[in-house]
């Protein structure tokens, strides 16, 4: 049920003690039954009871087997081995098929050299040996075999209770490259699961990290574990959640604990300028050149920064914005809203790059406000630049398809009538 080198043993079996498993149980059985030890038996068949590891010293393993019918099953409902891989109290470990003293099923056991304790399903034998009260399973094809004892039944129940989880993070924005810390806990009956934490950008998996190669105590206690925000390559938003599983296999409920994580991620990795990515690079490049700068009054202003803003703020990122001097996450802004904030980015960059400038009023104006989209051909015909009016104008009318409303699917989303999202707040308003 251990595994050495790949081969399916008993827990804390050694290659001595395996010889004399391989050597010894079953030319020990009995090949005929006693006529006398099965008559003087009780109706219940000799499988059922509980049985104790005997192939190695020391404190070892109990399952007891439970059935009737020709069908048992075996929970394990002691394990004081002290291998790095125990089994769980109330663990199904065998699943037996069978009459008499001759019987044949599955077995569960656990890879101590493949972390995190990997569980494998492998076809035994089961023998009864009436004389002796022992039992002997044998793992096939390989072989390998292990004694029990019949020993006197310890009082459990198997295993059926789910592991709960909490998980807890900081409220701030998270820098680029800071460090940042999430608690989290995991109570379970066994008093013992692994637990694992899975970050998600953009409702992809970014890492998935076992808090430890097996079992960890599952009483209750918080733990903290410590990341560093080195994540330049995915663009969030950002969510982190908690599961577990026990060591019967049974899994924490879903959805998982989930909670959103602000961390900040580089401007240019989220924009692209006043062009538009979605009409391929060549028509980008061209939307670039035309819009990111302008002139007003022989004075050029460059709307660039507004512009990645607001690319930003359409995909949901956390970035440092500066028209507001700070860091912004943009998750739950509207669509609507980050318009208007575009529009006021526009204007402030034109005063940045006009005031102190010796540009007419009307030079001005038509910067912070100018000509309405619908007026832009005649009004380009005529010398004047489009100003902060039609920029917003153009987004209100064709930037929908660029608006991600969806933040915890891969992907661009637009749909405004989508089901609830797990974690809550994965939803944006795409009006």
Same mark, same amino acid.
């Given at each position: 049920?251990?595994? #050495?080198?790949?081969?399916?043993?008993?827990?804390? &079996?050694?290659?001595?003690?395996? =010889?004399?498993?391989?050597?010894?149980?079953?030319?020990?059985?009995?090949?005929?039954?006693?006529?006398? *030890?099965?008559?003087?038996?009780?109706?219940?068949?000799?499988?059922?009871?509980?049985?104790?590891?005997?192939?190695?010293?020391?404190?070892?393993?109990?399952?007891?087997?439970?059935?009737?019918?020709?069908? #048992?099953?075996?929970? $394990?409902?002691?394990?004081?081995?002290?291998?790095? %891989? @125990?089994? @769980?109290?109330?663990?199904? $470990?065998?699943?037996?098929?069978?009459?008499?003293?001759?019987?044949?099923?599955?077995?569960?056991?656990?890879?101590? #050299?493949?972390?995190? %304790?990997?569980?494998?399903?492998?076809?035994?034998?089961?023998?009864?040996? *009436?004389?002796?009260?022992?039992? *002997?399973?044998?793992?096939?094809?390989?072989?390998? %075999?292990?004694?029990?004892?019949?020993?006197?039944? &310890?009082?459990? *129940?198997?295993?059926?209770?789910?592991?709960? $989880?909490?998980? !807890? &993070?900081?409220?701030? +924005?998270?820098? +680029?490259?800071?460090?940042?810390?999430?608690?989290?806990?995991?109570?379970?009956?066994?008093?013992?699961?692994?637990?694992?934490?899975?970050?998600?950008?953009?409702?992809?998996?970014?890492?998935?990290?076992?808090?430890?190669?097996?079992? +960890? !105590? =599952?009483?209750?206690?918080?733990?903290?574990?410590?990341?560093?925000?080195? #994540?330049?390559?995915?663009?969030?938003?950002?969510?982190?959640c908690v599961s577990a599983v026990d060591g019967a296999g049974i899994r924490s409920a879903e959805p998982p604990k989930c909670e959103w994580l602000s961390i900040q991620v580089p401007v240019p990795k989220v924009s692209n300028g006043c062009g538009g990515a979605q009409f391929g690079p060549g028509a980008e490049a061209v939307q670039n050149w035309m819009l990111d700068t302008q002139k007003y009054g022989g004075e050029t202003v460059n709307f660039r920064a507004a512009c990645n803003q607001h690319d930003a703020a359409y995909g949901g990122a956390t970035v440092y914005d500066p028209f507001l001097k700070r860091k912004v996450d943009f998750r739950t802004w509207s669509r609507a809203k980050i318009d208007e904030k575009f529009a006021e980015d526009l204007q402030t960059l034109c005063h940045k790059y006009l005031d102190h400038r010796n540009v007419h009023p009307k030079e001005m104006s038509n910067c912070t406000h100018g000509p309405t989209l619908a007026d832009v051909p005649q009004s380009v015909a005529a010398g004047i630049s489009p100003g902060a009016t039609a920029y917003f104008e153009g987004v209100r009318k064709y930037a929908q398809a660029a608006f991600d409303t969806n933040v915890v699917i891969a992907g661009n989303q637009t749909d405004n009538n989508m089901p609830s999202t797990w974690p809550p707040g994965g939803l944006r308003d795409n009006t």
């Open positions: 049920m251990h595994a #050495y080198r790949g081969a399916a043993l008993l827990a804390g &079996v050694t290659i001595g003690a395996l =010889a004399l498993a391989l050597l010894s149980p079953v030319s020990s059985v009995a090949s005929t039954p006693d006529p006398l *030890a099965v008559t003087s038996r009780a109706a219940v068949d000799p499988i059922v009871g509980a049985w104790k590891w005997v192939s190695g010293s020391g404190p070892q393993l109990i399952v007891h087997v439970t059935g009737s019918g020709g069908n #048992y099953v075996g929970h $394990v409902v002691q394990d004081t081995s002290g291998n790095r %891989c @125990p089994y @769980p109290v109330g663990k199904l $470990v065998w699943t037996i098929r069978g009459s008499g003293e001759n019987y044949t099923g599955t077995v569960e056991w656990l890879d101590v #050299y493949q972390a995190p %304790c990997r569980v494998n399903s492998s076809p035994a034998i089961f023998r009864v040996d *009436a004389r002796t009260d022992g039992l *002997a399973m044998c793992v096939q094809p390989n072989g390998f %075999c292990a004694d029990f004892a019949r020993t006197k039944p &310890v009082a459990t *129940a198997p295993d059926t209770t789910a592991p709960k $989880v909490t998980i !807890k &993070v900081g409220t701030g +924005i998270i820098g +680029i490259a800071e460090k940042f810390n999430v608690s989290w806990s995991v109570t379970d009956d066994s008093k013992k699961a692994k637990v694992t934490l899975t970050l998600y950008s953009g409702g992809r998996v970014v890492f998935s990290d076992p808090t430890s190669d097996g079992l +960890i !105590k =599952a009483t209750g206690q918080v733990h903290e574990s410590t990341f560093r925000a080195g #994540y330049v390559d995915t663009l969030g938003p950002f969510y982190m």
